[in-house]
């Protein structure tokens, strides 16, 4: 069984510090890594992509992948209330194959 | 950019019945398309893979005979459920991958509620 593992939180940060999503996945063969936000009673929408092994930089949001300990990260720095929702790491095998999702991580951004 | 679009967003039927989902895919062609399925507070279930033109791969777990899947088109994937049960109530979510463009683009989902 390939899994993505995510700790479900929910993460609490205040706003504007910055928040570390983290993912661990079990298969070795996985080649794309994606983070989506969901937020409640919405379909994901698309964060950052990330393909390769180091950082990834998009405005506020930083992915970082390390392929040899199977882990991929996001940050969020400037943490804003509507940052607020679940982070979907998302796998997949290959650039157009099916993605497995992780169980999300529910993160709350306080006033 | 691309948009995939997805019908109804909400819908109630009462058990025993059959309901239908659409998935168009706007302003490109999407080979295939991804259904997923999504309980509360649970993550995206991958329930199968449509190919336009030929039958759809089911993930392990998944009744295809309950769960049908049409993809007659390259811009229309359809997801049937028939002999609907309360069990079922579900977010039902299409997805496909858009050639050139980055991760995977989703429908808007689609609420059902079996009563």
């Known amino acids: 069984q390939k899994e993505v593992e995510q700790n479900s939180g929910p993460l609490s940060v205040p706003e504007g510090a910055i928040a570390s999503l983290n993912c661990t996945y079990s298969?070795?063969?996985?080649?794309?890594f994606f983070w989506y936000r969901q937020y409640s009673g919405k379909s994901p929408e698309l964060i950052m992509s990330?393909?390769?092994?180091g950082d990834k930089e998009d405005g506020r949001f930083t992915a970082q992948l390390n392929k040899a300990s199977q882990y991929v990260s996001l940050l969020i720095r400037d943490s804003q209330p509507s940052d607020s929702a679940t982070y979907l790491c998302?796998?997949?095998?290959?650039?157009?194959?099916?993605?497995?999702f992780g169980t999300g991580t529910r993160l709350q951004v306080t006033l | 950019g691309a948009v995939v679009s997805q019908h109804p967003s909400r819908v109630i039927c009462k058990s025993g019945t059959s309901v239908k989902i659409e998935c168009r895919s706007l302003?490109?062609?999407?080979?295939?398309m991804f259904w997923y399925r999504q309980f509360p507070k649970q993550s995206l279930m991958l329930m199968a893979t449509?190919?336009?033109?030929?039958?759809?791969?089911?993930e392990q777990g998944v009744e295809k005979d309950k769960f049908l899947i049409n993809h007659a088109s390259l811009t229309l994937s359809t997801l049937t459920v028939t002999s609907a049960h309360p069990e079922d109530s579900s977010f039902y979510i299409c997805?496909?991958?858009?050639?050139?463009?980055?991760?995977?683009?989703f429908g808007s989902g689609t609420r059902l509620t079996v009563v």
């Open positions: 997805s496909a991958r858009v050639l050139g463009a980055d991760g995977y683009t």
């Open positions: 449509s190919n336009e033109g030929s039958k759809a791969t089911y």
């Open positions: 298969d070795r063969g996985s080649q794309s």
């Open positions: 990330i393909y390769s092994n």
């Open positions: 998302a796998v997949s095998p290959g650039t157009a194959s099916k993605l497995t």
């Open positions: 302003d490109f062609q999407a080979t295939t």
